[in-house]
């Protein structure tokens, strides 16, 4: 199984500019969640889903948006990027809520210019 | 303050070692989960625990509810231990990481 998919790697944005973070899951999994990493901070969720149509915010939502049309699938939109948003971006998903065990992705460079 | 606190933030030691890493939170929960981050970046679930003690080959993850406390305890480390270990709490929220370099 490839467990959890991260697209793409490495991103350089433009301030205004907007992009997609891609991530899919081919366990099944019903929970998905975003995460943002900044040095000396640790992870912060951004948004979370507990299964298709269903998404709900973390800690740290603005500027972030979200859907999930199926179960595999949860993109991250960010709909006009700023300077703030240079991160490392993390997808995970689980077999069931933020108790279960989490398979992480590889993570997103972004940096936002 | 926040919600949760690791220590110590570095930790450096000599292949061998007994390595201990702390997790104190602030909030009740009813489970806790460490992470280990690679130098490469990727992150994997070591271990999500809600009471006593699990082990998993040298590592070793214990926390007491009441106390609000867990430890990760690494027995005869290894260089290929050298990561970043991060505690997260009920909610996902998470720990700043203790970052530990094994020298051979």
């Known amino acids: 199984n490839a467990g959890v998919t991260q697209t793409p790697k490495f991103q350089v944005l433009k301030t205004g500019q907007s992009m997609t973070l891609q991530c899919a899951q081919d366990m099944n999994h019903e929970y998905m969640s975003w995460y943002r990493q900044d040095p000396g901070m640790g992870l912060r969720l951004i948004h979370y889903?507990?299964?298709?149509?269903?998404?709900d915010q973390g800690e740290v939502p603005n500027g972030y948006n979200v859907s999930r049309s199926t179960t595999e699938d949860f993109p991250l939109r960010l709909l006009s990027a700023a300077p703030s948003q240079t991160s490392v971006y993390f997808c995970?998903?689980?077999?069931?809520?933020?108790?279960?065990?989490?398979?992480f992705g590889s993570g997103t460079q972004l940096s936002v210019l | 303050k926040n919600e949760v606190e690791q220590s110590p933030q570095n930790l450096t030691a000599q292949e061998g070692e007994f390595i201990t890493i702390n997790c104190s939170y602030s909030v009740g929960i009813s489970a806790l989960h460490w992470l280990q981050q690679h130098p490469g970046g990727g992150i994997v679930s070591l271990f999500m625990?809600?009471?006593g003690k699990k082990k998993h080959g040298r590592l070793i993850a214990t926390i007491n509810i009441q106390e609000k406390h867990s430890s990760l305890h690494i027995t005869a480390s290894h260089p290929r231990d050298s990561a970043v270990y991060i505690c997260?709490?009920?909610?996902?929220?998470f720990g700043a990481g203790t970052r530990l370099t094994v020298k051979p």
């Open positions: 889903s507990v299964g298709a149509g269903i998404t």
């Open positions: 625990l809600s009471s």
């Open positions: 997260a709490v009920e909610g996902m929220r």
């Open positions: 995970a998903s689980s077999t069931g809520g933020l108790n279960e065990k989490l398979f």
